[in-house]
């Protein structure tokens, strides 16, 4: 399985960016995927996670309301839209996939992209 996220950059505080992340080599549909992220010195958290269907969502308390998770199935493409930055949403965002989604939401996943960054300024 391949993951590659994409769409990170400079942003300023109250901003909007959209996150994009691919995958390959096995069947994208029938898998939850997940956006993390972590900040210098901090250690990898979670941030979104979407079941196979797109039918269920999470999110971190920290993020709920400003950023939405969602998936295109037949583009093998999740995206994580996200409102309302702030700069402590700094950080490498990565997308993961795993067998379950329940393992998502503890930062545990199969399979990790190679991040993108993200930087918001004050």
């Known amino acids: 399985v391949q993951l590659q996220a994409f769409g990170g950059g400079l942003v300023q505080a109250g901003g909007s960016l959209r996150l994009s992340c691919t995958a390959s080599?096995?069947?994208?549909?029938?898998?939850?995927m997940g956006w993390f992220r972590q900040a210098p010195g901090k250690e990898r958290e979670f941030v979104a996670a979407?079941?196979?269907?797109?039918?269920?969502?999470d999110y971190a308390d920290s993020v709920k309301g400003r950023f939405t998770i969602s998936r295109d199935n037949a583009k093998n493409t999740v995206y994580l839209q996200m409102n309302s930055l702030k700069p402590e949403d700094t950080a490498v965002y990565y997308c993961?996939?795993?067998?379950?989604?329940?393992?998502?939401?503890?930062?545990?996943?199969?399979?990790w992209g190679q991040g993108t960054l993200v930087t918001v300024s004050s």
């Open positions: 979407i079941s196979w269907s797109g039918g269920s969502t």
């Open positions: 080599g096995r069947t994208f549909s029938s898998a939850p």
């Open positions: 993961a996939t795993d067998r379950s989604y329940a393992r998502l939401r503890f930062a545990l996943a199969d399979y």
